[in-house]
């Protein structure tokens, strides 16, 4: 089966094993590369996602502030 699979790989009768290690040092070397820059992008939205959620929480805080401040409001009024 692996030879039925690879059949239209092979080169002078021999599979191409020294190009497949390059390809794959090459992409190794890239993907390297790519970690590098998802650690980063990683970090920035963690710090984006920590805002995000200070941000949720004041304005929790003051709908919550709100709705007391209008509770009080009808309470006087009646």
Excluded: C, F, G
Aim: proline share 1%; net charge positive; hydrophobic share 30%.
């Amino acid at each position: 089966m692996a030879e039925r699979r690879l059949k239209n790989q092979w080169v002078e009768e021999k599979l191409p094993v020294h190009a497949w290690r390059k390809e794959k040092s090459k992409l190794e070397t890239e993907y390297q590369a790519l970690q590098q820059k998802i650690t980063l992008l990683y970090t920035d939205t963690k710090k984006l996602w920590a805002i995000h959620y200070s941000i949720y929480q004041v304005q929790h805080e003051q709908e919550r502030q709100n709705a007391v401040t209008r509770q009080k409001k009808q309470e006087i009024e009646h």
